[in-house]
């Protein structure tokens, strides 16, 4: 009898340390997994992190590039600001000018008002 329980024990003894080895391994790869997506995590949020700020930049320098080309139009070029000379006293000489002011009008150098200014101040 005692050779039988011994059978029995040896063979319970060893799916135990069998369990406990498995469970040991599962456990000891699954923390090992875990603290391998712990990194890839870090990587993927310092990775979006240098973006955003990447993104950032570009933004800022698009915004300083608009801002600048804003300016540059908001000041009227100095050649509209230019009246046109006033007229000798000859009637062909009113009418080249009305020609020229058109021009310079439908070439977009004179805006309509400062057109509409120009014509007024020729025939008054």
Known sequence: MLGRRRGRG???????????????????????????????QQAADAD??????Q????DAAAQQAVAAQ?????????YAQQAPPPPA????????????LAALHSQGILSDDEFAAA?????S
Do not use: E
């Not at 006293?89 to 020229?100: E, F, P, R, W």
């Open 10 to 40: 040896g063979l319970i003894r060893a799916a135990a340390t069998t369990a406990v080895v498995a469970g040991t391994a599962t456990a000891v790869s699954g923390g090992m997994q875990n603290r391998q997506a712990a990194k890839a």
């Open 48 to 53: 979006a992190w240098q973006q955003q700020q």
């Open 55 to 58: 993104q950032a930049q570009i």
């Open 70 to 78: 804003q300016a540059q139009y908001a000041q009227p070029p100095q």
């Open 89 to 100: 006293g000859g009637g062909n000489d009113i009418m080249a000018q009305l020609q020229s």
């Open 119 to 123: 014509k007024a101040k020729l025939l």
